[in-house]
């Protein structure tokens, strides 16, 4: 790792006076600034040992007062600062009680050791895990070079639907869930001005831009994640599969949030995680699950539904039928 | 020769234990009863170095700093195969806190090394600090003329296939390696084959068979992931080397480095006190030692090279991958008729790919041929990796062998009695079966539901291997210290702890009395960590010595007490006489009472005592208990219960540990690791321990281990190790299970969610 200087904000504006670049335009060396920020770290310092960026400094934002609170309202909802800990979401009472599938998924997320340190805006803000994107042997497309290697490469974890680009899977299991309650990410912006930009929108697929996976521009920072209400009708469930029981990856994740009535189903939302580049919506599962309410043979349904559009690459099939089965147990989970 | 006659114990436990007689050298102590009439030995006692190692004071290589330390980095193969024109280490070499540039070596000399894999290591750099040297050996520049090259085994037996090494190669195997046979042939890239020992005549034995199967099994390529990387600190002082290295074989580096220094081996010096892991690839200088050892000559200053956990699962060793085909016959009431074996594997650039010996040993069967033949390719060398070959020879053949029974109507375990002439087996198929509840076995593939539970048993084989080339001194001291010195290593199995053990029972008193130095080749020389050898090979040695310092007390005592010597013994901490209880003295006053300042004496293993024995071989047969989630493909182990022998036990703790540890070892093989190969760049795309997959706590089941005594009467401890044994069964066990459970038989590891739901028609 080569030498960096540490630079301690204390204020937002502080933070984006010292930065001018991401760690997605150090990757693909679009831009030319060489200040990065970093909350909990994770991922930088990831990106850095691996020898893909070498920042040549390094902001901290994390001890910027004011980013660290989770308040819940039943009327506004939930507010996580961008500072606070996937440990503290794990453990609040709030979250336990009224966003279920966040709970599951934050306890899901990398290891305990690694969820004391881990924000949410940084665990948002997380480059993919894809094996060629974090290798230095490989300069891929989302790094600035010509080639996907997964595509016809070793692509046993990558994306099964819209891989045509670019076939990593994004990162984060907890955008699943979070994508599933509709959250809001507040971001401050180079000006001073904040703005709420809807989850389905902030990330950037490859086709739109295969450089980055978030619409982020240097100098901005998440400073909120809001989730609107729920009421006790609204019922959620979140599952992760890894190739292992312990802490892993996920090679299928998928998050559930149904607001429930009787044999009906008002409203549904679901997520696919690590199906493709970002995570993704099924409106094809969610109109069943409206249509039909929730039932063994509607969540089979809506489960086959999901993986329509599916386009497996040589290794990764298996992912389908995964995706699959507990997408059905995740809906069922739910009644 | 004087000889004396010795009773020792012989039998098993679980069985019978009766008594034998054997002729043994005067200087060999009196037989040892069976464990529970012993007080040290076979018991539960902590390790010594527990507290350090639990606090981290222990200090491992990686822990050590000198002054004036310069540390080493190593510049990397870009491609996987390529000439190099020109390296350019000017830039570097002009980088302020830089002191030394080494080039790497081949075989064969050449100014600069042929690249055949990708993270070959090129270029050593010694700088002040690592972060400088990263710097150094990012300005290295090199021009590559790059080759076609071949990664994945089946298209490198390819005739038409890039060529790894155009003329025949020669490699000799590591300590406790698999053994190279030499002077093959080679054709294209494949070398061999290796026929072992055939008998008998295979066509009349299938012919007289009445179910014959024939089958391919596969086993991945496994890197060795030991905590501590691979490396070495060398401090090349004018009077001699000092060497602290991560090794599992002081006396092996010792004399590489000499042989490659041409220094005489007296002037080299080799430490390693605490160390992080081995299993098998920490034999010799290894890459890191040898460019550590250039730069200390070249430098003056004392020069630490550790790999990277990247250069450790690229260049610092694996378990070659196998393709076994298996030709089996079986007349139905069990017997086996014949045995045809063919397998192919890569070790990378290196040799050692073969299965083993198991199907040729194990079992009963009056025909057998082999033909096991190793294939180069442009990857990483294979090492000695815990039990080489026979973890995947018993992959196969013990899946095979779960196959016939089925076809034959005969339960597993019977079929095994049939065939298996090991009574240690046998008792472990007994006691492991009750404690398992085997019985309650169901037809495979017979459960309903999504998640199907399967049970399945596998058995191994390991030899009883130990080197007389392992000696122990023990000194006693008049100031009352005692200590164990020998150059032997603690790979971390509690070697230390053992000595203590036996030492102590010898001498009467208790293990934490005595002051055990060891891993320091400044102490007599001993063998390496390999093979399981070390337990064999140097406790007899040590409790000899014991027992010869104990004669030289019991001389000097025995005066002051107005006996006979020869009527003197030590227990209890006391020096006291058989025939007469009130003529005694501690231990520590007969210390005291030495007219000299220290005594010591130093014994070497004799070779195994002559007569009779129960089996040649250690065995294990392991019973595992799981359930395959049938719409997600997930396995999860809920249970290994596993039966050991490793002659007589020193430390049941010691010895469970190690068995659990080969145990998740061999779960890990059979449903995580997997060294990944990217085909189109020929670069290893998991190198990281985040995507090389190895289980985690929750990932391990419970335990049971019934670990049998087993008393063959061979040297004065009678002791062997467990090291590799431990390691072998799981995966065909796991295998077993699988089928059990789901109905449908995957020949192939790791056992995957993508191969379960493959199997399953599923995906």
């Keep these: 790792m080569k030498k960096i200087s540490w630079y301690n904000a204390t204020t937002l504006q502080e933070a984006q006076q010292e930065v001018d670049a991401t760690a997605s335009s150090l990757l693909s060396g679009a831009g030319k600034g060489s200040a990065i920020l970093k909350s909990g770290g994770i991922d930088v310092l990831d ?162 831009d295969v450089r980055k996976e978030n619409v982020l521009k240097g100098g901005e920072i998440i400073t909120a994640l809001m989730l609107p209400s729920v009421n006790d009708k609204i019922k959620s469930h979140y599952i992760k599969q890894g190739a292992r029981q312990s802490y892993d990856w996920a090679l299928a994740d998928v998050a559930v949030v149904a607001e429930v009535s009787g044999k009906k189903c008002k409203d549904a939302k679901v997520v696919l995680g690590a199906a493709s580049p970002v995570p993704m919506r099924s409106k094809e599962a969610e109109s069943i699950l409206m249509r039909d309410g929730i039932n063994e043979s509607s969540a089979k349904l809506a489960a086959e539904a999901a993986m329509e559009k599916a386009t497996p690459l040589e290794k990764n099939g298996y992912k389908v039928a995964i995706f699959k089965a507990i997408l059905q147990r995740a809906i069922m989970k739910t009644v | 020769m004087e000889k004396k006659k010795i009773k020792m114990p012989y039998g098993i436990t679980g069985d019978k234990i009766s008594e034998v007689e054997r002729e043994v050298p005067m200087n060999e102590p009196e037989g040892w009863p069976v464990n529970a009439e012993l007080k040290h030995v076979g018991k539960r006692v902590k390790r010594l170095d527990a507290q350090a190692k639990v606090t981290g004071a222990a200090q491992y290589t990686s822990d050590i700093q000198l002054p004036g330390l310069l540390v080493g980095k190593m510049l990397l193969a870009a491609h996987p195969s390529a000439e190099i024109r020109a390296i350019d280490t000017s830039k570097a070499e002009s980088l302020r806190g830089v002191y030394g540039i080494h080039m790497m070596q081949n075989e064969e000399g ?91 005549e295979l066509e009349p034995g299938f012919a007289s068979a009445d179910v014959v199967l024939e089958n391919t099994y596969r086993t991945q390529v496994q890197t060795h992931n030991a905590l501590e990387s691979h490396g070495m600190i060398v401090d090349w002082k004018p009077d001699g080397v000092t060497i602290y290295a991560s090794t599992q074989g002081t ?39 040898v460019a550590a050892g250039h730069l200390a000559k070249k430098t003056g200053r004392p020069v630490k090279m550790m790999a990277t956990r990247k250069e450790e699962q690229i260049s610092q060793g694996n378990r070659p991958n196998s393709i076994q085909y298996l030709k089996v016959g079986v007349k139905k009431n069990g017997e086996l008729t014949a045995i045809e074996q063919k397998s192919h594997g890569t070790a990378g650039v290196g040799l050692g790919a073969g299965v083993g010996g198991v199907a040729q040993t194990m079992y009963t069967c009056p025909n057998f041929r082999t033909e096991q033949y190793d294939v180069f390719t442009h990857a990483g060398p294979g090492a000695a990796w815990r039990a080489p070959g026979a973890v995947q020879g018993i992959f196969g053949l013990e899946q095979i062998l779960d196959e016939l029974a089925e076809k034959i109507g005969m339960d597993p375990l019977a079929l095994r009695d049939k065939v298996d002439p090991s009574k240690v087996r046998k008792v472990g198929r007994k006691v492991g079966a009750e404690r398992f509840a085997w019985s309650r076995r169901k037809p495979a593939g017979s459960g309903t539901g999504v998640v199907k539970k399967g049970i399945g048993v596998a058995q191994s084989s390991w030899w009883r291997i130990h080197s007389t080339n392992a000696t122990a001194e ?9 200590e164990v010195r020998s150059g032997v290593q603690d790979i971390g199995t509690g070697t230390k702890t053992i000595l203590a053990q036996v030492v102590a029972e010898e001498l009467g008193i208790t293990p934490e009395e005595i002051m055990v130095r060891i891993g320091d080749t400044l102490f007599p020389d001993a063998p390496g960590s390999g093979g399981s050898q070390v337990t064999a090979s140097i406790t007899p040695a040590a409790r000899n010595a014991a027992y010869q310092v104990k004669r030289k007390l019991f001389d000097m005592v025995a005066d002051q007490l107005e006996i006979d010597a020869s009527e003197l013994k030590a227990e209890n901490g006391q020096v006291i006489s058989t025939k007469d209880a009130s003529k005694k003295m501690t231990f520590r006053e007969a210390l005291a009472s030495m007219p000299v300042s220290q005594v010591s004496a130093t014994e070497s293993r004799t070779k195994e005592y002559a007569g009779e024995y129960l089996h040649w071989d250690l065995g294990s047969v392991q019973f595992v208990e799981l359930n395959v989630d049938t719409e997600t493909g997930m396995i999860k182990i809920d249970k290994v219960t596993a039966a050991h022998s490793c002659g007589r036990p020193i430390n049941i703790t010691q010895l469970e540990s190690q068995i659990n540890g080969g145990i998740i070892q061999g779960i890990s093989y059979a449903l995580y690791e997997d060294r990944i190969l990217d085909r189109n760049t020929g670069h290893m795309v998991n190198h990281t321990l985040d995507t090389y997959k190895v289980p985690y706590a929750m990932d391990i089941p419970e335990i049971d281990i019934a670990l049998m005594e087993d008393y063959n009467a061979k040297s004065s401890t009678d002791a062997y190790g467990i090291g590799e044994p431990s390691n072998i069964a799981t995966a065909a066990a796991i295998a077993n299970a699988v089928y059990n459970a789901i109905g449908v038989r995957i020949r192939e590891i790791p056992i995957t969610p993508a191969k379960v739901l493959a199997a399953l028609g599923k995906a």
């Design chain 2, 110 to 200: 050449e100014e600069y090394p042929k690249v055949r894999y990708a993270g070959q290591p090129i270029v050593a750099v010694a700088a002040t600090s690592e972060a400088i040297a990263e710097e150094a050996v990012a300005m290295i520049k090199v021009d590559y003329n790059t080759m076609p090259f071949v990664v994945d085994v089946e298209k490198a037996m390819d005739p038409e296939a890039p060529i790894v090494y155009e003329a025949p190669v020669e490699q000799t195997a590591s300590e406790g390696g698999e053994e190279i046979e030499s002077g093959l042939q080679l054709k294209g890239n494949v070398r061999g084959p290796n026929v072992g020992k055939p008998r008998g």
């Design chain 2, 474 to 482: 023990v000194k006693i001291f008049k100031d009352g210290a005692i």
């Design chain 1, 47 to 208: 990106l850095m040992k691996e020898g893909l960026i070498a920042p040549q400094k390094v902001v901290n934002i994390r001890n910027i007062p004011g980013l660290d609170k989770i308040e819940y309202n039943s009327k506004s909802g939930l507010r996580m600062g961008a500072n606070v800990t996937l440990s503290s979401i794990e453990k609040n009472n709030d979250v336990k009680t009224n966003y279920k599938a966040l709970q599951l998924a934050v306890a899901k997320a990398a290891t305990p050791q690694l969820r004391n340190m881990s924000t949410i805006g940084g665990n948002l803000g997380q480059r993919t895990r894809c094996w060629y994107f974090r290798s230095i042997d490989h300069e891929c497309l989302r790094k600035g070079g010509n080639t996907c290697f997964a595509k016809n490469g070793e692509n046993e974890y990558h994306a099964v639907i819209n891989n045509g680009t670019c076939a990593s899977v994004y990162a984060s299991s907890v955008a699943t869930a979070l994508m599933a309650y509709d959250a809001i990410i507040e971001i401050a912006g180079e000006n001073g001005q904040k703005r709420e930009v809807p989850i389905e929108e902030f990330f950037v697929t490859p086709y739109q």
């Design chain 2, 251 to 289: 006396q092996g580096v010792r004399n590489e480095f000499a042989d490659l220094f041409e220094l005489p081996r007296s002037k080299v010096r080799v430490v390693v006190e605490f160390m992080g892991g081995g299993f098998g690839a920490k034999h010799g200088l290894g890459t890191h030692g």
